[in-house]
């Protein structure tokens, strides 16, 4: 049984940051791309950055670009964003997803397994 588990979202100040966990169990990590994706109120879900398997190619949507961090640790089964200098229209629920081709697309039908989602709230 796949488990996709996020954490550490929360509300913050407009300008500080968060750290969200993404921790996989039930299949092979090492081998899946890992994205990061949002869905604000009264909005579509969309992509905010993702990581090939391996970790050496990552992709940003270009409102989160030199702010957002993907990283990953095949060790501990871990994918994070890095959130710094957080902005009000960041709020959103935040979703890991795990990609069985391993190319970290930035296309959400690529991606087989999801989590439930945190919460992440930005006040100004």
């Known amino acids: 049984q796949v488990r996709v588990v996020e954490s550490g979202g929360g509300l913050v100040q407009a300008g500080g940051s968060l750290r969200l966990s993404c921790v996989v169990s039930g299949l092979l990590f090492s081998t899946y791309g890992m994205g990061w994706f949002r869905q604000a109120p009264g909005k579509e879900r969309e992509f905010v950055a993702v990581i090939t398997w391996n970790g050496y190619s990552t992709s940003y949507r270009d409102s989160v670009k030199g702010r957002f961090a993907i990283s990953r640790d095949n060790a501990k089964n871990t994918a994070y964003l890095q959130m710094n200098s957080l902005k009000p229209e960041d709020t959103a629920v935040y979703y890991c997803?795990?990609?069985?081709w391993g190319i970290g697309d930035t296309e959400q039908t690529l991606y087989e397994y999801w989590g439930q989602g945190t919460q992440v709230t930005v006040s100004s």
């Open positions: 997803a795990a990609d069985v």
